[in-house]
């Protein structure tokens, strides 16, 4: 499976950025789709995920901001971002989550950067 993520770039605060991430595949295999991110100097934490039945769920810190849909025909998730603040400057990871009846599979894209000025 490879996911790749774009849509990254400098914008400044109050304004809007679409992230997407197609995958190799088709994503309706895959239990959920979500969009993390890594500012530096801090973890890796979930922004949004949605599942396959097109359950969704945010972050706090983003509620009401951002919004993430999938379009399966596509095989792409993705992420509206407005009124950005600088605190949401990072890198957007893609991730696709397979449930297995004994495991968790986590698939990964290469990361797209997003950088919010003041």
Same mark, same amino acid.
């Given at each position: 499976?490879?996911?790749?993520?774009?849509?990254?770039?400098?914008?400044?605060?109050?304004?809007?950025?679409?992230? /997407?991430?197609?995958?190799?595949?088709?994503?309706?295999?895959?239990?959920?789709?979500?969009? @993390?991110?890594? %500012?530096?100097?801090?973890?890796?934490?979930?922004?949004?995920?949605? !599942?396959?039945?097109? *359950? !969704? #769920? *945010?972050?706090?810190?983003?509620?009401?901001?951002?919004?993430?849909?999938?379009? #399966? %025909?596509?095989?792409?998730? *993705?992420?509206?971002?407005?009124?950005?603040?600088?605190?949401? !400057?990072?890198? *957007? @990871?893609?991730?696709?989550?397979?449930?297995?009846? /004994? %495991?968790?599979?986590? @698939?990964?894209?290469?990361?797209?950067?997003? !950088?919010?000025?003041?």
């Amino acid at each position: 499976v490879q996911l790749q993520a774009s849509g990254g770039g400098l914008v400044q605060a109050g304004g809007s950025l679409r992230l /997407s991430c197609v995958a190799s595949g088709r994503i309706h295999r895959f239990s959920s789709m979500g969009w @993390y991110r890594q %500012a530096p100097g801090h973890q890796r934490e979930l922004v949004a995920g949605i !599942t396959n039945g097109g *359950y !969704t #769920n *945010y972050a706090d810190s983003v509620k009401g901001r951002f919004t993430i849909s999938r379009d #399966n %025909a596509k095989n792409t998730v *993705y992420l509206q971002m407005n009124s950005l603040k600088p605190e949401d !400057t990072g890198v *957007y @990871y893609c991730n696709a989550r397979k449930v297995v009846v /004994s %495991a968790i599979l986590d @698939y990964w894209g290469q990361g797209t950067l997003v !950088t919010v000025s003041s």
